[in-house]
């Protein structure tokens, strides 16, 4: 299976969401709204994608790995769920064989 990230072509995003207090349901609730939210974009031609979330519970923290065009596609997505986000971030994915995603402008480390 190819991976989601080469296959776009498109930059990798994080975004950061902050959750003190906010319980198991709560937090399972949010990441909901925010893969519907990315999946009717991306339904109405959007070229946003939500491809992970990671959530660290001790430290009351998760992380959306999505590809877009812009980080403005990421953030309308966190508008469109009503989900507050600490702050989207393009990244660098480094899977295990590595680096397949680089910000523009910067090397991938495959040539």
Avoid at 32 to 41: N, Q, S
Avoid at 44 to 50: D, E, F
Avoid at 72 to 91: I, K, L
Avoid at 92 to 109: F, K, N, Q, T
């Amino acid at each position: 299976m190819e991976d989601p990230l080469t296959a776009s072509g498109l930059p990798v995003y994080i975004g950061e969401r902050y959750l003190p207090g906010a319980t198991r349901d709560k937090a399972i609730a949010a990441t909901e709204r925010v893969g519907t939210a990315a999946a009717d974009l991306a339904h109405n031609g959007s070229t946003v994608r939500l491809i992970s979330t990671t959530v660290v519970p001790t430290e009351e923290w998760m992380v959306d790995l999505f590809t877009a065009a812009e980080a403005s596609d990421v953030e309308r997505v966190y508008r469109e769920a009503r989900v507050v986000v600490g702050r989207v971030s393009q990244a660098v994915h480094i899977p295990r064989d590595g680096i397949l995603a680089a910000p523009a402008g910067e090397p991938s480390g495959r040539e």
